[in-house]
Nanobody, 121 residues
Framework: QVQLVESGGGLVQPGGSLRLSCAAS????????MGWYRQAPGKQRELVAV???????NYADSVKGRFTIARDNAKNTVYLQMNSLKTEDTAVYYC???????????????WGQGTQVHVSL
């Protein structure tokens, strides 16, 4: 069994910062890409940022220069530092990871349960 557990969401004023964390636990051999997605009310889930196992990153245009994704491979954890938050960043943020549970087994995609980020005065 593999679980992704997010933390760090909450209420913040525009211009503020939050740091999200997502820890993967369970039977894990290796983790490929890890990423963050978000879903605002009435909208489709969208990619926010992704980081490969080697550290290369990719960001949605809407968050470039404001958000930073990082990972700690020793802890199977991915982070999302969100600065200069805007009201339009309000959404449920989901962690995502491509995980190989055992050596030579298939890679499966896993999702966290989501953490709410609300940006408002």
């Amino acid at each position: 069994q593999v679980q992704l557990v997010e933390s760090g969401g909450g209420l913040v004023q525009p211009g503020g910062s939050l740091r999200l964390s997502c820890a993967a636990s369970g039977t894990i051999s290796s983790i490929n890409a890890m990423g963050w997605y978000r879903q605002a009310p009435g909208k489709q889930r969208e990619l926010v940022a992704v980081i490969a196992s080697g550290g290369s990153t990719n960001y949605a245009d809407s968050v470039k220069g404001r958000f930073t994704i990082a990972r700690d491979n020793a802890k199977n954890t991915v982070y999302l530092q969100m600065n200069s938050l805007k009201t339009e960043d309000t959404a449920v943020y989901y962690c995502n990871a491509d995980i190989r549970r055992r050596l030579n087994s298939c890679i499966y995609e896993y999702w966290g349960q989501g953490t709410q980020v609300h940006v408002s005065l």
